[in-house]
């Protein structure tokens, strides 16, 4: 499928407003855009149905499209590390991604080794019809856009994370400010951060690991996440 074929993931998207876990299924089957033809599975979000806070990645890394759940790499463990350190219970929590399959290429020279490549916006805005689904069905209090193509899943193309990390966003799902339709315009917070994959790869790891517990605190008690507070 080329990239100027792709239908997005509307079609696939069931009729009505289906549970969250009707929704994962539907996805499963989803052809919105080329990647299907290269990744194991889709990749769809998990954690609680009705969590006060989600965390929105770029994709599925090697190890989550291998397993079928998000987050359960490298990135993952410190990101579950980072929630504890910044006072955000688990169950209070949902994690998914703004793309649901792997966008990779080969290792050069052959093997078995499939290198990460970013998404592309044509990508985002195809999986887009997903994450606005899932946001509606979870009703997030707050949303943490963890790296630039999650906030740009949110926010459209012009936005940056390290122009706007560490602060409380106001942002809507009917598209005053998001990317997505529907939802009725109830208005939500975005917290952005940097993603936890770019924390392994820093030089100063530790500064920022800290960095990250930091913009996540902030996001835990903008509406009362961490206190499971209204």
């Known amino acids: ?16 407003r289906p549970a969250l876990g009707a929704l994962a299924e539907a996805a499963r089957h989803c052809q919105g855009c080329e990647l299907f033809e290269r990744a ?25 499209d291998k397993q079928g759940k998000p987050f359960v790499g ?4 410190l990101l579950e590390r980072a929630l504890g350190d910044a006072g ?29 490549q970013r998404p592309d916006a044509s990508q985002v805005r195809a999986c887009g019809p997903w ?25 459209g193309c012009s936005f940056r994370i390290g122009a706007h990390r560490g602060r409380a966003l106001p942002w809507s799902i009917d ?21 936890p994959a770019a924390v ?8 920022a690991f800290a960095g990250l517990v930091h913009d996540l605190a902030v996001a835990s008690v903008v509406r009362g996440v961490a206190a499971g507070t209204t």
């Open 1 to 16: 499928m080329a990239a100027n074929e792709c239908p997005g993931a509307g079609p696939f998207l069931p009729a009505g």
């Open 40 to 64: 194991s599975q889709l990749v769809f979000g998990a954690g609680s149905p009705h969590a006060r806070i989600m965390l929105v990645g770029e994709q599925p890394g090697d190890a989550e």
């Open 74 to 77: 490298r990135a993952g463990r």
């Open 88 to 116: 955000i219970a688990a169950e209070n929590s949902n994690v998914t991604n703004a793309v649901k399959h792997f966008r990779c290429r080969d290792a050069p020279g052959g093997g078995k080794r499939r290198i990460h």
């Open 131 to 155: 994450l606005s689904a899932e946001i509606e069905r979870v009703k997030p209090r707050v949303i943490v856009a963890l790296g630039a193509t999650a906030g740009k899943a949110l926010f």
């Open 175 to 195: 598209g005053d400010r998001g990317a997505g339709p529907g939802g009725g315009g109830r208005e939500r917070t975005v917290a952005p951060t940097i993603h």
């Open 200 to 207: 392994l790869r820093a030089a100063h790891r530790d500064s």
